[in-house]
């Protein structure tokens, strides 16, 4: 088992930042590459970015390319989500996830590689 638990969400205005951050514990942390997912009122979650057992390749969503950062620590189990430049579209429940990852150089984007998740972490952007 592996537990998750995200923070640094909360209200900013539009063109500002946020980190969240996602703790872990359980498992050998660097045996998993990590996500982040979001999920607007009335849409599906939605894959924002993921990153490698490493830290040394990344996988960005379009909508955040070039405005958000993914990384990790793995020696602090951590892995974070800068985001900056936030648009109000980016207002949603965002959700870090883990995922078993055999290959080192993995990067899951479907939710279903996905098997341990975190409770979310409320990010609103205000026009």
């Known amino acids: 088992q592996v537990q998750l638990v995200e923070s640094g969400g909360g209200l900013v205005q539009a063109g500002g930042s946020l980190r969240l951050s996602c703790a872990t514990s359980g498992r050998t942390f660097s045996n998993y590459a990590m996500g982040w997912f979001r999920q607007a009122p009335a849409k599906e979650r939605e894959f924002v970015v993921g990153i490698n057992r490493s830290g040394g390749r990344t996988s960005y969503a379009d909508s955040v390319k070039g405005r958000f950062t993914i990384s990790r620590d793995n020696a602090k189990n951590t892995v974070y989500l800068q985001m900056n430049s936030l648009k109000p579209e980016d207002t949603a429940l965002y959700y870090c996830?883990?995922?078993?990852?055999?290959?080192?150089?993995?990067?899951?984007?479907?939710?279903?590689?996905?098997?341990?998740w975190g409770q979310g972490t409320q990010v609103t952007v205000s026009s």
């Open positions: 996830a883990a995922s078993p990852a055999i290959f080192s150089d993995y990067i899951g984007k479907s939710q279903t590689t996905y098997a341990y």
